[in-house]
């Protein structure tokens, strides 16, 4: 995977509609598409992709804390929007895209600094016009379950407008 470093980098809107969701979503696993900027930002990346699945890993540092030192709880919901809508884009047909329209989260314990991290988002349904989504962050070494979210994204056939 890698991201872009700049807006031009970024595919067009007629590229994006030129691919299904799930061709998107491959691309950006296997570099051609470029990642989105976040990805670096946060620290963490595509790990894997398939139809109604996406996993991202990573490991929070100092820069996402809070004033109290720990984890901002804006991380957790990141990465959790991250893999839950990718999932649901992995649904969408050619010619749509997809936004978040809510999600929520909770969290269940505080991910310790440097500690690698998987978030697995699932599809749960895709229609025509929506797709829901949960997902859970999870420790690689440990297993223990750190966060859990759910999503509703609204997926948007373009060609139609």
């Not at 901002?72 to 991250?82: F, P």
């Not at 440990?142 to 948007?156: Q, R």
Request: proline share 6%.
């Amino acid at each position: 995977m890698r991201l872009a470093t700049d807006v031009s980098e970024l595919p067009s809107m007629a590229e994006v509609l030129s691919m299904s969701g799930l061709e998107f979503m491959q691309g950006i696993l296997d570099g051609t598409v470029p990642g989105p900027p976040i990805s670096g930002t946060l620290g963490y990346i595509l790990h894997a992709v398939e139809p109604g699945r996406a996993v991202f890993r990573g490991a929070p540092e100092f820069e996402v804390t809070n004033p109290m030192g720990t984890v901002h709880g804006g991380w957790y919901g990141t990465l959790l929007d991250s893999a839950m809508a990718c999932a649901v884009m992995t649904m969408v047909p050619r010619g749509s895209v997809y936004t978040t329209l809510e999600y929520k989260i909770n969290i269940v314990r505080s991910i310790p600094l440097g500690m690698a991290i998987e978030c697995v988002g699932e599809i749960d349904h895709s229609g025509r016009s929506t797709g829901i989504a949960h997902g859970e962050i999870r420790g690689i070494d440990d297993g223990k379950l750190y966060a859990t979210g759910s999503t509703t994204c609204i997926i948007m056939d373009m060609a139609r407008r």
